[in-house]
């Protein structure tokens, strides 16, 4: 048997299982999509973005990275931004992170992990700009998860930094970013209470259109 042949198989009844509910869900799926919102989130296998928010698939655009980072000279990040943007309209764009996420982790220990240290590069300087609030804390878990908190926070700062979404501002588009944070614990999701709507609701430094990344 094909190695991947479970895979097929369970492809298939999974197919089955959604005709069976909605007979006209695939023709529907395939004429258009037009989902509300744009995920952005961590590659962790654990997190997989449809699933976590009961949505289907169509309901949801999602674009996912190790440690859920938005840099600027990120082409595939600022296309997938600029698509769902411009494109599909959505209204809101979620920056997901999680709680014991290994790439936020892999910024930060001191050890050397090859290329992938100059993509967590942004991460380490998140860290250091927090040094006092970090030092504060009592355990290495609670640092950890307070940065984890800190580096979404930043993205979503970079996603409404963006020139796709200061544009989409200026001409009026109804849009939102928002910050969450999801635990591998319990399954549950974190609003860390970061929503910007505007370029009044960002710093000053932040009211500007940007082609590099900000860290």
Not at 142 to 151: A, S, T
Not at 190 to 197: G, S, T
Request: glycine letters at 6%; one cysteine or more.
């Amino acid at each position: 048997m094909h190695k991947l042949q479970s895979l097929i198989d369970n492809n298939i009844k999974w197919a089955e299982g959604i005709t069976k509910e909605d007979p006209d869900f695939f023709k529907r799926l395939s004429e258009a999509q037009s989902p509300e919102y744009l995920w952005i989130g961590c590659s962790d296998s654990r997190v997989p973005a449809n699933e976590i928010v009961g949505l289907l698939p169509g309901e949801i655009f999602v674009h996912r990275n190790i440690a859920n980072l938005v840099v600027h000279t990120d082409f595939n990040c600022m296309s997938v931004i600029e698509f769902s943007v411009k494109v599909l309209k959505v209204k809101h764009i979620i920056v997901c992170g999680h709680y014991g996420c290994g790439g936020v982790k892999a910024s930060i220990d001191n050890t050397s992990h090859g290329l992938i240290d100059n993509w967590l590069y942004s991460i380490r300087n998140i860290y250091h700009r927090n040094k006092h609030r970090m030092d504060a804390l009592q355990s290495e878990e609670e640092r950890h998860n307070v940065l984890c908190e800190l580096n979404v926070m930043q993205q979503v700062k970079n996603v409404a930094h963006s020139h796709v979404v200061q544009d989409a501002w200026a001409k009026g588009q109804d849009l939102t970013v928002h910050g969450w944070i999801y635990s591998l614990k319990d399954g549950l999701v974190n609003d860390l209470a970061i929503d910007i709507h505007s370029p009044e609701d960002l710093a000053d430094e932040y009211r500007v259109l940007a082609t590099m990344e900000d860290n």
